[in-house]
């Protein structure tokens, strides 16, 4: 029977091992997180001041980070943009949240971007909430707040309080799917994303195969 002080080694070793792991998974969020907000900063730059009316979806959808900085999705046209609209406080968009991590390796080097979009309000409780994504539920994906035009309902999202909703932008950055309510389903995601990725890489000379990796028969979502 082992001693006390050997059962103390080993929950020291646990703790220590449970806290690397959330480490890494954490250096993997922040990572995602940055390449978004460094394609949104590229679209903030690019329309500086009042500019022109914008000309497609991505122009007027903006998101915000936990410290405030905040950008349109402009700057991610020439990829796919999967966008998961949810709030912390719908149990239906933690499992969304889950499922759309599962649907990374799917579209693994894929011109797609996956992004959780909270409504929450970026207060305190917000930002715990947002934490909460990434710490509690181990997601991977990049987790956003909606900005101020999505949360005021004047960009392209129009009213965004209706949630769960899944919005797909196309590479030109218009809205190809728009669908609200329930359970993201992983196969049902993966069937819409593929035609608009192969739209894309089609021009490129390019087309992603139809045997996609990870999609058999599960729940779940989008891609990275």
Do not use: W
Not at 103 to 120: Q, R
């Amino acid at each position: 029977m082992p001693s006390d002080r050997t059962i103390s080694y080993r929950n020291d070793f646990t703790q220590l091992a449970l806290r690397a792991r959330a480490r890494s998974a954490s250096l993997v969020t922040q990572r995602l997180v940055a390449f978004a907000l460094a394609a949104l900063a590229i679209a903030a730059c690019a329309t500086p001041g009042r500019g022109p009316a914008a000309s497609t979806a991505a122009d007027s959808i903006d998101v915000r980070d936990e410290h405030g900085k905040e950008g349109t999705l402009a700057g991610m046209k020439g990829r796919v943009v999967v966008i998961d609209l949810c709030a912390s406080s719908v149990a239906a968009c933690n499992v969304n949240a889950r499922i759309l991590d599962a649907a990374l390796a799917a579209f693994h080097n894929a011109p797609v971007e996956l992004i959780t979009v909270l409504i929450d309000d970026d207060d305190a409780m917000g930002k715990a909430a947002l934490r909460g994504y990434r710490d509690v539920l181990g997601v991977r994906h990049a987790v956003l707040f909606a900005g101020s035009r999505v949360r005021a309902g004047t960009s392209a999202l129009k009213d965004a309080t209706y949630v769960p909703r899944l919005v797909i932008l196309d590479a030109d950055g218009n809205v190809r799917v728009d669908d609200s309510g329930g359970v993201v389903n992983l196969q049902g995601l993966v069937d819409r994303v593929r035609p608009l990725v192969d739209e894309r890489e089609r021009e490129r000379g390019f087309v992603i195969g139809t045997s996609g990796p990870g999609v058999s028969g599960a729940t779940g979502g989008a891609a990275p």
